[in-house]
């Protein structure tokens, strides 16, 4: 089964993707590791993210989507994928669709993870990583020390920060740049009959797994 994780950022989709990915017994596809792996490989399309990137330029649709379909297209992903950070536009869905269609095979489910704003921004605002080792962190305060490895060995000496895009300030922007281009992939999703479940993404991790495995008949 092939499937699409939905959401404003700080749902819970990085959370939840292994998880479900297990339960499905089929691999994750994130955008961004996709991406890296095909520069590592020097697959055609990484050859062309290549070439956006050295010009500074992002990386156009029809590349990034040309990379997912040489990902699906390999036998680790016959049984399907979770996808998470794959969908943000509307013509990123309905590539995909057609990536999808030319491979055979079609989207089981939209997984939609719901979650007030006031909610994700108390989250993500309450996120920390170390400066020097990058390790995260939740319920701590900016400027201690960092007590992950390597900085607890010695070796960095690094202290809790909060990056400049988990500001409060920064959170909201992010919300109203998704409500703007990515909440409308949804209603196109249900205009083409996708199978879309909406999930309460309030509550321990725990539950929140099992209200998506449900959602998805397991």
Request: aromatic share 4%; with cysteine; net charge neutral.
């Amino acid at each position: 089964m092939v499937i699409v994780l939905f959401g404003k950022p700080g749902a819970g989709k990085g959370t939840q993707a292994p998880r479900l990915a297990a339960a499905l017994d089929v691999p994750i596809l994130a955008t961004g590791e996709a991406l890296r792996a095909a520069l590592r490989a020097g697959t055609p399309m990484g050859l062309a993210a290549k070439a956006f990137m050295d010009r500074g330029d992002l990386v156009a649709d029809d590349v990034i989507l040309g990379i997912i379909k040489e990902v699906l297209s390999q036998p680790a992903y016959v049984n399907g994928a979770v996808l998470d950070g794959v969908v943000r536009t509307v013509p990123q869905a309905a590539g995909l669709e057609k990536v999808l269609s030319d491979l055979g095979r079609s989207l089981g489910a939209v997984l939609v993870f719901d979650i007030p704003d006031e909610e994700i921004i108390e989250r993500i605002s309450g996120r920390l990583t170390c400066d020097k080792c990058s390790a995260p962190f939740t319920g701590r305060v900016p400027g201690i020390a960092c007590d992950a490895l390597p900085c607890s060995s010695g070796t960095g000496g690094g202290v809790l920060v909060r990056r400049k895009d988990d500001e409060p300030d920064a959170v909201k922007t992010r919300l109203d740049a998704y409500r703007k281009s990515t909440e409308p992939v949804l209603a196109w999703y249900i205009g083409n009959g996708t199978r879309v479940a909406t999930i309460n993404a309030v509550g321990p991790v725990d539950e929140i797994t099992e209200r998506a495995r449900l959602a998805l008949g397991l």
